[in-house]
């Protein structure tokens, strides 16, 4: 897991080979006036989903893996928590791989919970299980997926 602001987002172009394409695609375009849904930036390789969602509290939030994708998450509005916990300490899945949507939950609690505030983005790798969207108010995000 990655979290930093978006003004130093260049320093991590190198982790990725799509990433300086979807760093350009952030800088270039202003995602947060895009309409909400899913949108291509690189043909079966790279979208970027916005959306805006009222929080959940904790108790209605699980922990998601997935295995397929790397996941940029862009804060617009709200303070969405996030939970954090590697993968390979979790033990109590939810359900099965789901793999037509890449997507696995478990039941574990996270390690821990950080408060990502607008301007600022988060990275997960495959191996970060996350708990995303917790909050009081609607968080306004980007998700940008990255196939690995």
């Given amino acids: 897991m990655i979290i930093d602001h978006l003004s130093n987002i260049r320093r ?3 982790l990725h080979k799509h990433f300086p394409e979807i760093f350009e695609y952030l800088e270039k375009n202003n995602i947060k006036d895009l309409p909400i849904g899913k949108h291509d930036i690189i043909k079966d390789q790279a979208y970027i989903s916005i ?23 862009v804060i617009f509005s709200g303070l969405d928590t996030m939970g954090w ?7 109590k899945t939810q359900n099965d791989y789901d ?21 600022f983005f988060v990275i997960f790798f495959p191996e970060d299980a ?9 968080i306004h995000k980007a998700v940008a997926k990255i196939k690995i």
């Fill in 12 to 14: 991590y172009q190198n």
């Fill in 130 to 138: 996350h708990m995303p969207l917790i909050g009081t108010k609607e």
């Fill in 99 to 119: 793999e037509e949507k890449d997507i696995i939950f478990y039941k574990d609690s996270p390690d821990f919970f950080v408060s990502v505030a607008p301007g």
């Fill in 51 to 73: 959306d805006k969602v009222p929080a959940r509290d904790k108790k209605n939030a699980h922990l998601e893996a997935h295995r397929k994708y790397i996941d940029i998450q």
């Fill in 85 to 91: 916990k590697p993968v390979f300490h979790c033990k």
